[in-house]
């Protein structure tokens, strides 16, 4: 009797065990479970720029902003800022304008201290000056790009998924901008393809949806530049063989200029 009972324990623990380690192996791990998010990562901005050769310096040259941009400050005014800045500071870069770009890299150091990241950002904040006066223009996009990246990197793994959203949002606001506006200047359908972002717009509203922070979702402004995305989407889901035409380009132009114009007020 002893005898039996051991092994209908025994049997039971055959089936029992590997069931546990079944439903076990199937849960996802902490570390996975904390970074489930509703946010949606973003593309690069690079992914516009694949297009056009590095030696159209004097298509780059002439959309360079004569002023920077500034807003009031706070978390999501900042972040946004600090997005329209660094993409003013990759074309600065391209488009060789020293003198801009020792001004928008400074603004991206005073922006990054105002979101907090600093210290995160020190490490890779060498002074370009050395490169500059030896004119090193891909080693200086280079560094722009890490500082970009490092500054998107830490606010999604400290999971400040609104100030990732709004950053984002300015890189791309002003990547359309400068970039249709470019085109715009020395018009070719094939080259309108490269602003053929529906995946990212689609996420990017998704995220601004995903934000619940009253002292955000409250503001007017929040609502208006949801809205303006919205229709900035609209834009660019109604290309044609993916090309724009001329009149599409003036309308992204005047939407992320309202934009921009909006996180202003």
Same mark, same amino acid.
């Given at each position: 009797m002893k005898n039996r009972i051991c092994l209908i324990i025994a049997l039971i623990l055959l089936i029992w065990?590997?069931?546990c380690k079944n439903k076990q192996e199937t849960m996802p791990a902490k570390e996975t479970t904390k970074n489930i998010?509703?946010?949606?990562?973003?593309?690069?901005y690079k992914e516009v720029f694949r297009? +056009?050769? /590095?030696?159209?310096?004097?298509?780059?040259?002439?959309?360079?902003?004569?002023?920077?941009?500034?807003?009031? *400050?706070?978390?999501?005014?900042? /972040? !946004?800022?600090?997005?329209?800045i660094s993409l003013d500071a990759i !074309?600065?870069?391209?488009?060789?304008?020293?003198?801009?770009?020792?001004? +928008?890299?400074?603004?991206? *150091?005073?922006?990054t201290s105002l979101i907090g990241f600093e210290n995160e950002i020190t490490k890779i904040s060498p002074d370009l000056k050395p490169l500059l006066?030896?004119?090193?223009?891909?080693?200086?996009? /280079?560094?722009l790009d890490s500082y970009i990246k490092k500054i998107e990197d830490t606010l999604w793994e400290k999971e400040n998924f609104e100030g990732y959203t709004f950053y984002k949002l300015g890189?791309?606001?002003?990547?359309?901008?400068?970039?249709?506006t470019m085109v715009k200047q020395n018009y070719s359908a094939d080259k309108t393809k490269t602003l053929a972002q529906k995946d990212t717009f689609s996420s990017l509203i998704t995220n601004l949806n995903n934000i619940k922070s009253e002292t955000i979702i409250n503001q007017a402004e929040f609502q208006e530049?949801?809205?303006?995305?919205?229709?900035?989407?609209?834009?660019?889901?109604?290309?044609?063989?993916?090309?724009?035409?001329?009149?599409?380009?003036?309308?992204?132009?005047?939407l992320t200029n309202q934009i921009k114009e909006t996180f202003k007020k």
């Open positions: 065990i590997p069931g998010t509703p946010y949606t990562p973003l593309p690069s297009i +056009f050769s /590095s030696n159209e310096i004097k298509e780059y040259a002439s959309v360079i902003p004569n002023d920077l941009y500034k807003t009031g *400050q706070d978390d999501m005014r900042n /972040s !946004f800022s600090l997005g329209i !074309f600065a870069a391209k488009g060789h304008n020293k003198k801009r770009l020792n001004q +928008f890299y400074s603004q991206m *150091q005073t922006l006066n030896k004119e090193q223009w891909s080693d200086i996009e /280079s560094i890189i791309w606001i002003e990547t359309l901008n400068r970039v249709s530049t949801v809205g303006l995305v919205k229709q900035l989407k609209a834009i660019i889901d109604a290309n044609y063989e993916n090309t724009y035409t001329s009149e599409q380009l003036d309308q992204i132009i005047s």
